[in-house]
């Protein structure tokens, strides 16, 4: 298995895990400015492992030369290694990390519950599903 996916896959747990560990299921815990810093800077490390990963397969596959990560997110949907949905969950994802690295406008505390209660698991699902389709294609590979 490819070395890259697996620290990659590693580094999404651990975001996830310290994600968990500072909102505890509450809204109320964005409100503490140290807990919220917590939160937002896994999702930004989130959102980049994920273009890691999608950027390191495109590559691998020779599956194109994306303009922006959130290409790369399509070049994997197009080639049927994740579900169109899952995608575009990507490419939101990626919005707002673009949004909270660069301050592009402040920071709306209901979308970043939204993206915990809803959407930081699907980086977990697409990491996972990444690994199984490279296994698979490593293994038809040395066939």
């Known amino acids: 298995m490819d070395d890259i996916l697996i620290n990659k896959n590693q580094t999404v747990k651990r975001c996830l895990e310290r994600i968990n560990e500072e909102y505890q299921g509450d809204p109320e815990n964005l409100k503490n400015y140290t807990k919220q ?13 994920a273009i890691d990963i999608a950027m390191h397969v495109v590559a691998e596959l020779d599956l194109g030369v994306p303009q922006n990560s959130r290409e790369a ?58 690994i199984k389709k490279m296994s698979e294609k490593s293994k038809q590979h040395r066939s």
Request: proline share 0%; no cysteine.
């Open 73 to 130: 997110f399509q070049f994997l949907a197009d080639n049927n290694l994740i579900g169109e949905k899952l995608a575009e969950t990507l490419k939101a994802m990626v919005g707002f990390r673009n949004i909270a690295v660069h301050e592009y406008q402040k920071l709306n505390l209901k979308i970043v519950e939204a993206i915990i209660e809803n959407e930081i698991t699907e980086v977990k699902i697409f990491s996972q599903q990444i």
């Open 37 to 49: 810093d917590s939160i937002i800077l896994n999702i930004q490390r989130l959102a980049e492992a």
